[in-house]
């Protein structure tokens, strides 16, 4: 049971080019999460998805895309990547009875 | 706008003392989380309360929700250096949105040996 796993671990992007970071969960959870966490700024919500095939926008969904196909992946797609989205980029899922979200070891992106 | 907010921001103690974090909103929630984060990983709960006024112990780190549900205190006694990370507070069921959680800015604690 691997849990909540994020790939890749570390990307350096150039401003413009795209890239999807990929998140996947073996506990069958219908709930799924994408956030970002900046120095300081705590972690803010980019989008979710409540099952698949369904998926809603956070805080901060600009500059991001994300698809639910299957239960288990929910990967979140940058297309013209800028300075901004610099940060570290968690997954997280959760059971739809329960409030506990688990999380992946996230994903530090670095635009220049 | 920060819904929920945690303070102090950061925190430097010498092993053995005792310290309080506070997280606090003007929204009412139906259940507090916190998660404590170590640096390269992701957050981990570390409790859930979601009734007025309760409050959870694990160990030596003491929890509590506030009598209206609006903020809640993380209580380390004896802290040890194993207790350095990032604290993170994190509110849910707020309104109709489901699943979500909305998190303070977090408590970076240092604990020197």
């Known amino acids: 049971n691997a849990g909540v796993t994020q790939t890749p671990k570390f990307r350096i992007l150039k401003i413009g080019q795209s890239m999807t970071l990929q998140c996947a969960q073996d506990m069958n959870h219908n709930y799924m999460y994408w956030y970002r966490q900046d120095p300081g700024m705590g972690l803010k919500l980019i989008y979710y998805s409540v099952g698949a095939g369904i998926t809603d926008k956070g805080e901060v969904p600009n500059g991001y895309n994300v698809s639910r196909s299957t239960t288990e992946d929910f990967p979140l797609r940058l297309e013209l990547a800028a300075p901004s989205q610099t940060s570290v980029y968690f997954c997280?899922?959760?059971?739809?009875?329960?409030?506990?979200?688990?999380f992946g070891p996230g994903t530090r992106l670095l635009v220049l | 706008t920060q819904l929920l907010e945690q303070s102090p921001q950061f925190l430097s103690i010498q092993e053995g003392e005792n310290l309080t974090v506070y997280c606090n909103s003007s929204?009412?929630?139906?259940?507090l989380q916190w998660y404590r984060q170590e640096p390269g990983e992701g957050p981990v709960l570390l409790v859930t309360?979601?009734?007025?006024?309760e409050v959870k112990k694990l160990k030596r780190l003491t929890f509590q929700f506030g009598d209206a549900r609006k903020d809640s205190s993380l209580h380390i006694t004896a802290a040890q250096p194993g207790d350095t990370g990032l604290y993170l507070c994190?509110?849910?069921?707020?309104?109709?949105?489901?699943?979500?959680?909305?998190f303070g800015r977090g408590t970076q604690l240092t604990v020197w040996p």
């Open positions: 997280a899922s959760r059971d739809r009875l329960m409030e506990t979200q688990y």
């Open positions: 994190a509110g849910g069921g707020r309104g109709s949105t489901l699943g979500r959680l909305y």
């Open positions: 309360v979601v009734t007025g006024g």
């Open positions: 929204s009412v929630f139906s259940s």
